[in-house]
């Protein structure tokens, strides 16, 4: 069974396709600037055909999906012989609210309830949704599977799912705690406890999603109990340019003070913030670690103040499961940054935890960075959304 598994942004769409008896990774590739003018990066991976990277008109999703097709199956650049060997199309949907705990065949009902969690995720939800019909328009009837970023936190109890503000705004209007990055931490705590050996629902497992975008996970017995993302991507850590937690007072206080709209403001706190507005320097933790290393004092602040919010918030929710086993860290900061770890698990020293420097100076590999004597156990783990994705993809349609 072959799987295209699609990730559609507002002008952006990526994509894999996945052999599912191997699951060998068979081709990859990015849309861009779709609605602008538009470029295509396709890379084959199997069969020594050669990159394609070129600009091309998209001016929908619709020819992006056309192009990638035209490119999965054609003779210089493709993989497969025709669009009939692709079985199906898994997507990545940001937003399920409360409707989807897990993964679900697209028909017209689901088509409908992912309009309803629009207002939820007014800037994901749209563009997922066209990748859908898209790939509907051009694919005709080929089975498809929405995959959430929202439902694996759909288990949080409602102590830790819901906002102190009238009850009503829940019951009537949703709003609560949903979480994002669900379909990475489901996969790093799976991959955690085959690497520990042991059943997952024996596991506290603390998973650290640390991107551009950041967020941590409380994962008690298999199940997500907390998680620091909200009713948006915008609360929990600082990450690259969102602030983080808040004080919403703040907000008030600005929009005040120098007259700015909501919209002004919001982008200020999701675009302008994070380690980028406290250091002046970049969103990219590269650029902040040499800025740093060179002496600037700000980048210092900004670096010091992503692993405090990591370790507190990672020692509440050692408080919240009453104990941890493991703790991983994954994504582009998670995987790659020895200093971060480091630093991070400096403060995990009440738990026990010892860092082995040469396993954390590996990289691209699963690797546990604790020392054998740890008694709490610390993984890289480089994330998998997309084999989670199409493994759910093959599971409902198989
Ligand atoms: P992601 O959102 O998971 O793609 O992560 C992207 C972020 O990972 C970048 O903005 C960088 O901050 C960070 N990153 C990638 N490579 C490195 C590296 N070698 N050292 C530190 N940070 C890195």
């Known amino acids: 069974m072959k ?3 699609i990730n559609a942004g507002s ?21 861009e600037r779709i609605g602008i003018d538009g470029h295509l990066k396709h890379s084959p ?31 210089e650049y493709g993989v497969v012989a025709s669009m009939k060997e692709i079985d199906a199309v898994g997507h990545r949907v940001v937003h399920g609210g409360e409707k989807f705990a897990s993964s679900v065949l697209i028909n017209d009902e689901v088509m409908a309830a992912l309009e309803e969690c629009t207002p939820f995720a007014p800037l994901h939800n749209p563009a997922n949704i066209t990748g859908i019909n898209a790939c509907k328009a051009v694919m005709g009837d ?4 929405a995959v959430f970023d929202t439902a694996f936190h759909q288990t949080m109890p409602g102590k830790a799912f819901m906002y102190a503000i009238p009850y009503e705004y829940y019951k009537n209007d949703g709003i609560r705690r949903y979480g994002f ?49 909200g009713f948006t991507p915008l609360v929990g850590l600082p990450m690259g340019t969102r602030c983080g937690d808040l004080d919403n007072g703040v907000v008030q206080f600005l929009m005040n003070k120098y007259g700015y709209s909501i919209d002004e403001m919001l982008n200020i706190l999701n675009k302008k913030s994070g380690v980028l507005g406290v250091s002046g320097v970049s969103s990219d933790f590269r650029d902040l670690d040499k800025a740093a290393d060179e002496g600037n004092e700000r980048a210092a602040l900004a670096l010091d103040m992503f692993h405090y919010w990591v370790a507190k918030v990672a020692g509440s929710y050692v408080a919240a499961m009453n104990g941890v086993d493991a703790i991983v860290f994954t994504a582009g900061v998670g995987e790659n940054s020895k200093s971060t770890r480091a630093a991070i698990c400096e ?6 935890v010892k860092v082995d420097e040469a396993a954390n100076s590996k990289r ?14 610390v993984f890289v783990i480089p994330t998998n959304e997309e084999l989670v994705i199409a493994r759910d993809t093959r599971d409902i349609v198989g």
């Not at 020594?48 to 003779?75: M, N, Q, R």
């Not at 080929?142 to 599977?145: E, I, S, W």
């Not at 406890?193 to 596991?203: R, V, Y």
Request: glycine letters at 10%.
């Open 45 to 75: 991976l199997v069969g020594g055909k050669p990159v394609f990277d070129e600009d091309i008109s998209l001016p929908t999703h619709s020819e992006a999906i056309a192009a990638v097709i035209e490119k999965l199956t054609s003779a």
């Open 181 to 229: 990055h669900g379909t990475s931490h489901r996969y790093v705590s799976s991959r955690c406890a085959e690497l520990m050996g042991k059943p997952i629902e024996e596991l506290k497992i603390i998973s650290c999603h640390m991107g551009n975008g950041s967020s941590i996970a409380a994962i008690n017995g298999g199940k997500c109990v907390d998680t620091s993302m």
């Open 142 to 145: 080929v089975p498809m599977v």
């Open 347 to 352: 403060y995990f020293g009440y738990l026990g």
């Open 11 to 31: 002008s952006s769409l990526k994509y894999q396709l996945i052999d599912m008896e191997t699951e060998q990774l068979m081709a990859k590739g990015l849309c």
């Open 364 to 377: 691209g590999e699963d690797v546990m960075i604790s020392t054998p004597d740890s008694p709490v156990k």
């Open 3 to 5: 799987i295209l598994v």
